[in-house]
């Protein structure tokens, strides 16, 4: 696949013209991490931004203790790093690669460039973030108001969006990966998940395999109107 069937394919850059391709193609650097390689450190210059082509990224941020918090984790083409565009500051956290990790890197100056040139380039660009904005929202608010267990019950719910009947989900981190994003320890996650197994909500005994078995009990769950026993 060339470069610029590539870069027509991620979701950011959909439905634009044949020329917007071209003249992305000019400025993208084709980059490659290794699994556990720091993109980039909080507080870092925001030089650009970055698409995940193939491999997984997670964003995180660590206190003052050196404790860590996973705010994201990124897949095949979803975009990382984009704050750094439009402001023009600092990185607002830190980005390292899970696994082996293939991503496109789009210079901030070069970019800004081409949208002045062109503005509709940026119409894709704040849908996308205003869906990122909501998802912060519901962050904040699992990890603020909800109890692990609804947050746990969120997760599960908002990976099964978009897929087509099926109640069978399987988790493409690890469960320690899962805590830092629930903003839990492995040991409090193995517990709920094995208290969800007993009051049937799920069945998570496969390695990394879900299935749910009480999508409306899940639901009350993540809503607070239910507390697992």
């Given at each position: 696949?060339n470069?610029?069937?590539?870069?027509?394919?991620?979701?950011?850059?959909?439905?634009l013209e044949?020329?917007?391709?071209?003249?992305?193609a000019?400025?993208?650097t084709d980059?490659?991490f290794?699994?556990g390689?720091n993109?980039?450190?909080?507080?870092?210059e925001?030089?650009?931004?970055?698409?995940?082509?193939?491999?997984?990224?997670?964003?995180?941020?660590?206190?003052?203790?050196?404790?860590?918090?996973?705010?994201?984790?990124?897949?095949?083409g979803?975009?990382?790093?984009?704050v750094?565009?439009?402001?023009?500051k600092?990185?607002p956290?830190?980005?390292?690669a899970?696994?082996e990790?293939?991503?496109f890197?789009?210079?901030?100056?070069?970019?800004?460039?081409?949208i002045?040139?062109?503005?509709?380039?940026?119409?894709?660009?704040l849908?996308v973030l205003?869906?990122?904005?909501?998802?912060?929202?519901?962050l904040?608010?699992?990890?603020?108001l909800?109890?692990?267990?609804?947050?746990?019950?969120?997760?599960l719910l908002?990976l099964?969006?978009?897929?087509?009947?099926?109640?069978n989900?399987?988790?493409?981190?690890?469960?320690?990966?899962?805590?830092?994003?629930?903003g839990?320890?492995p040991e409090t996650?193995s517990?709920i998940?094995?208290?969800?197994?007993?009051?049937?909500?799920?069945?998570s005994?496969?390695?990394r395999?879900?299935?749910i078995?009480?999508r409306?009990?899940?639901?009350?769950?993540?809503?607070?109107e239910?507390k697992?026993?």
């Open positions: 696949m470069l610029i069937h590539q870069i027509a394919r991620i979701p950011l850059f959909q439905g044949r020329k917007h391709y071209d003249e992305l000019m400025i993208v980059q490659v290794q699994k390689e993109i980039f450190g909080e507080e870092d925001g030089t650009g931004f970055y698409v995940v082509i193939s491999g997984r990224v997670k964003i995180f941020k660590l206190s003052p203790e050196g404790k860590e918090q996973t705010l994201h984790i990124f897949g095949p979803e975009p990382f790093g984009e750094a565009v439009f402001t023009g600092k990185f956290a830190s980005a390292e899970l696994e990790t293939r991503a890197f789009f210079a901030r100056k070069e970019f800004m460039d081409l002045r040139k062109d503005p509709s380039l940026a119409l894709n660009m849908g205003s869906m990122r904005l909501r998802r912060f929202s519901a904040i608010e699992n990890l603020s909800k109890e692990v267990p609804g947050r746990l019950a969120a997760y908002y099964q969006e978009g897929k087509k009947g099926g109640e989900l399987v988790l493409e981190i690890s469960k320690n990966q899962l805590a830092s994003l629930l839990t320890i996650l517990r998940l094995a208290r969800m197994n007993r009051e049937g909500y799920l069945d005994r496969a390695p395999q879900i299935r078995l009480n409306k009990g899940l639901e009350e769950l993540a809503s607070g239910r697992l026993a």
